[in-house]
């Protein structure tokens, strides 16, 4: 089983639509967790870090459950602009990223 | 720029041949991992130093690769006898500390022919 699991998607959608990704890590023992935004041949961008009381910046929530080890990105009023590759990552001391999820806004 | 710098930004070397990567972190950054990353794929975890110390090696990589941080400032990243699998791109990332948020070079991108 991999440590940090994600929908591959693509996950296609019209803009302003609200799309919403998971993630699940093996390791209970994570200390941290964090969303990253990858665009085509670039590095990975830092989206926004995950708290257990769950935190919004602007259009984006996301929500962190320790007991059933699952991570969630929320995002709403899709933009052309946000399609990218989202990356769901934890920390065990060194960071484990997921394979990321794949999302298209089309016009 | 005081982000995390990478150099080269590409490379091309035929198989066999050795190569040397280097990262400079963000000032002040005690944490510097290096990953690799191919097509479709998240970033994989190579190694990881805190200050001069190296402190876990990916049981996925060879004895080919090794890694340094003299002085814990800037690292390098070293692949003996290149083979056309190492083909990827190389991505260095610095942290502040042990569980905060890190942030990444514009990566290596190496072609073995």
């Known amino acids: 089983r991999k440590e940090v699991e994600q929908d591959p998607g693509p996950f296609n959608v019209p803009e302003g639509a609200t799309v919403a990704f998971n993630c699940t890590y093996s390791n209970s023992a994570s200390q941290s967790f964090f969303w990253y935004r990858q665009d085509c041949r670039k590095e990975p961008k830092l989206l926004m870090s995950?708290?257990?009381s769950g935190n919004e910046d602007g259009r984006f929530t996301a929500q962190l459950n320790r007991a059933s080890q699952y991570i969630s990105l929320l995002i709403r009023d899709s933009k052309l602009s946000d399609s990218a590759t989202y990356l769901c990552v934890v920390n065990t001391d060194k960071l484990i990223f997921g394979t990321g999820t794949r999302l298209q806004v089309f016009p | 720029d005081t982000g995390v710098s990478q150099d080269p930004r590409h490379k091309i070397t035929k198989r066999g041949q050795n190569v040397t990567f280097r990262c400079d972190p963000i000032?002040?950054?005690?944490?510097l991992y290096w990953y690799r990353q191919t097509l479709g794929q998240g970033p994989e975890f190579l190694t990881y130093?805190?200050?001069?110390?190296?402190?876990?090696k990916s049981r996925l990589l060879s004895d080919r690769f090794s890694a340094e941080r003299p002085k814990g400032s800037f690292s390098t990243l070293e692949i003996q006898r290149t083979e056309q699998g190492d083909s990827a791109m190389y991505l260095c990332?610095?942290?502040?500390?042990?569980?905060?948020?890190?942030?990444f070079g514009q990566g290596t991108r190496l072609t073995v022919v």
């Open positions: 990332a610095s942290s502040f500390r042990k569980n905060t948020e890190a942030f």
């Open positions: 000032s002040e950054h005690n944490r």
């Open positions: 130093f805190q200050n001069e110390a190296q402190l876990e």
């Open positions: 995950v708290y257990s």
